[in-house]
């Protein structure tokens, strides 16, 4: 809508929008007497081009106005003035230029000193945040860049993957690229790498459906962990949310790095791959009260972040502030974010950090009602898209597993949690003699989780099944530390989780290839790590894979390596036979997803008969072939599991998934079921690379190593 056609108290889109003669800019400042937006030359760091320019209009708290001969390229900034009482969450502060929230286009870095907060502090960034500070900020702040939206995007088609056909790849835009030998050197850690040729064939090789990038949202560093020396690698400490982060891209331009961003997905596509973005609208980088003021709190603390009685931040994700969804131009600003990314980069969904922080109501509580997910549930542009919740945050009541309304697909904890248990901490205690959780809970994970998931008809894809992400121990480390090792992130050991049911089968860490002893404790993790690469690629629901498992990529044992842009989080693609074994394993078991629509199921199990001879769709039975009864499955004892998939009213294939979870051998009985001759075997843990599938073998006895899965396709006289 031009100047021209606009109602005069209509303000315009807000933002930076460029129109004839210039661009029209609107920024909300609810509270504010006055915003100027700041206006600087290229180059410009140290604010000595600085020209102002007030806003003169104002609607229901948006400030808005004309900015003649602005365009692309332009670099800028804001500044706001208003009252100042902490007491009652104002703190606008003149001296500090502001990011606008809707800049699509962020150059520079946060330059951590007493000039970026409102209130004085000292060299160590501590002071009275009740008093208004007086330094301006100018040179320590990024500059807002004004982009163009006409990138060409040819024919471009979303893959819109039906969720039960998915299989994630959990990523980072750096990590995967950063030492791959066949990325030129200038394309590594950047946009332009992620979809390199190489990489491309290695995620169609692995069955990749979707790529759900940690955040490439605008961001920066924490204070503190700058002082330690060290980055902010995840990106979860947002600065602007309409901004892809400039570093990741090859060009220093910001109009280059946009359309790197939207080069990407434009490749993937090309491949079928979808684009997830992992979003973090929960909180920002300016952290508590006691932090820096870059941009919201700034424009209108009280309006963006949960504040109490006294001014101070209600904190629902241990980051010190959180986003106040509750407010109308807040949850605008994020509805606003989603879709810029959907209709102008083309991303297919989004994965919600802390997503209960999300949706927690006027009481504080979390409520699946919530208006921001409602208006998610019914937009016409984003309810077509993926969307995944992490259901958990950080404050009271915060675990909601299993609570989100449809369509959100939602990370399943409960899954990754019992199948650490099943194969790696009861196992490590039978070898000590102690016992362990019995197998209930295993089988409720594997058929879907549909105590978690099924009501109002959400079904097993409801369910994003995972054993490792990027918070966490991968794979590799699950089977080698007892214990996390997180001292190179410079917080005593202090952070990350304690509660790992990860076992290191006898020995702390890497072993010594070359020494003898070591030799079985070797084997053991490799077929753990197998075991726990199947049990996620075979379970009903979507399977997620924390990018590098299937290589066995190993953090030393870190499971928080946020601060570690290094050879800690990158990939090693420099492969010993053994991951290339587990690399072709990973592959044959997202090939066979693929080819069984049994493991692929979209509704949930009934347990009714499907077929005439009376067999059901999903049966049950314990090492002795028998029928798995109330009191065997109450059993802690029980250590083996029998999964047959009935493939009869899917026209596939069934199959017979075989869990030991004994650490010795031992015989387990391939039960009688009408019409079935036999059964092929198609897969064994035990065994380090796929091979053809075994000979027909009756039902009955089979010889089985000790902890393993083995996968048998039922074979009938047809």
Known sequence: MSPATRPRDLPPTLGMTLVEGGAEFAVYAGHADSVEVCLFDEGDTDGSTERRVPLVERTHGTWFGFLPGVQAGQRYGLRADGPWRPQEGLRYNPHKLLLDPYARAVEGEVRWGPEVYAHPVNQQLRGDDVIRGTLDSAGAMPRCVVVRDDFDWGDDQHPHTPLADSVVYEAHVRNITMLHPEVPEHLRGTYAGLCHPAVIAHLKAIGVTAVELLPVHAFTSEPEVVQRGLVNHWGYNTLGFFAPHARYASTPDPQGALDEFKGMVRLLHDEGIEVILDVVYNHTAEQSRQGASLSWRGLDNRAYYRLDERGQDIDVTGCGNTLDLRH????????????????????????????????????????????????????PVLSRGKLVAEPWDVGIHGWRTGQFPPPFAEWNDRFRDAVRTFWLQDLGAQVHGQEGHGVRELATRLAGSQDLFGARDRGPVASVNFVAAHDGFTVADLTAYNAKHNGPNGEGNRDGTDGNRSWNHGVEGPTDPLDLTHVEVGTARRRSMRNLLATTLLATGVPMLNAGDELGRSQDGNNNPYCQDSEVSWFDWGLDDWQEDLLATTQFLTTLRAEHTVLRQRTFFTGRPVHEDGSTDLAWFGADGEPMENGRWEDPSTRTLLMFLNGACLQDRSLLLVLRGDAEPGTVTLPTLPGLTGYELLWDSTLERPCHPGPLLPPGAVEVGGACLQVYRAVDPT
């Open 328 to 379: 109308v131009m807040v949850c605008k600003m994020v509805l606003d974010s989603l879709r810029y990314w959907v209709q102008e980069c083309h991303v297919d969904g989004f994965r919600f950090d802390l997503a209960v922080a999300l949706g927690r109501g006027q009481n504080d509580d979390f409520d699946p009602n919530h208006p921001f997910l409602v208006a998610l549930r019914t937009d």
